[in-house]
């Protein structure tokens, strides 16, 4: 699989990224062969977040990897935290007592990244960059980022922290692609011109902030996947299902491939258990779109170009 450097970090990973968000619906057998399966493929990255399964994704990971000091060189992890009790917390006391929970069901002394996961309205970023200094010099997280932020609320916690933000973990898919959109439509008197997100694609592309798209194969906030879906989506299914004829590949590996065939060099979150689309999905990694099949695609969810 190719590999991409995270960020401004030199750690190279994958530019493919296994979540273990679904990882708790899985039996320890299947789990087990999931996880080996991924391995073989050479996706060695994994997303975990402190909330999945309510902390059983990573327990049921770590069981599953069978997680000692041999295999923990040989894969890269990350974690999420800040959602908590129907909130969000930033304070430093909860992202350290976090962290130690997190280490603790992953059977690890540290975590590759740690992530900000929602931003926390009450947010102290004096705090945060505590948090961090303690982390790091405790040797329990090696590289830092944040997940659904924009560029004023990265700029902010970046004043006060001094380890760079590596990583920014973001929606977006070929139906939910406004990052892009509201780049082209500069002007334009269109709703793809409201700029919803602070223009979070070029600010992450010139501070060298890694984008990792979560959900690439949902439409709306978790309303439906659009793959397959010709009842709403016909002409893309259409065109997407041309253009993975064209290559030999499925329809989902033409879904990761669009996400990988922009410059910005983004590693897609892949949410998946089954272990058939994860290959599907890791196969994207070869698959270079053309400028013309990129563009198809975008117009065909119903995008428009002004």
Wanted: aromatic share 10%; with cysteine; net charge negative.
């Amino acid at each position: 699989m190719k590999t991409i450097k995270l960020g401004s970090s030199t750690l190279e990973v994958p530019n493919i990224a296994v979540g273990c968000f679904r990882m708790h619906s899985l039996d320890k057998f299947e789990a087990k062969y999931f996880v080996q399966t991924a391995l073989e493929l050479g996706a060695n990255f994994f997303d975990h977040a402190d909330i999945y399964g309510r902390g059983a994704c990573e327990e049921i990971f770590a069981d599953a990897i069978g997680m000692n000091s041999n295999i923990r060189e040989k894969i890269i992890l990350q974690s999420k935290c800040g959602i908590h009790k129907g909130m969000y917390d930033f304070s430093k006391e909860h992202i350290l007592n976090s962290v130690d929970g997190i280490l603790k069901r992953l059977k690890t002394d540290y975590l590759d990244v740690l992530l900000l996961h929602r931003p926390d309205a009450l947010v102290e970023p004096e705090e945060v960059a505590e948090a961090f200094d303690t982390l790091e010099i405790s040797g329990k997280v090696r590289q830092f980022g944040v997940s659904n932020q924009h560029p004023m609320q990265i700029q902010l916690l970046q004043k006060f922290v001094k380890q760079p933000i590596v990583v920014n973990q973001l929606q977006l898919s070929i139906t939910n692609a406004t990052m892009i959109s509201n780049g082209m439509n500069v002007n334009m008197e269109n709703a793809f011109a409201v700029n919803r997100d602070g223009g979070v694609l070029d600010f992450c592309r010139l501070n060298d902030i890694t984008i990792q798209p979560w959900s690439p194969f949902q439409y709306g906030f978790f309303e439906g996947v659009f793959l397959g879906n010709n009842d709403k989506f016909p002409e893309l299914n259409k065109k997407i299902d041309e253009i993975a004829a064209k290559y030999n590949v499925s329809n989902t590996t033409i879904v990761v491939a669009w996400l990988l065939r922009h410059p910005a060099k983004m590693q897609p979150i892949i949410g998946t258990m089954n272990t058939d689309r994860l290959k599907d999905c890791v196969e994207a990694s070869d698959i270079i779109l053309t400028r013309e099949e990129w563009y198809d695609i975008y117009r065909a969810a119903g995008n428009i170009l002004p």
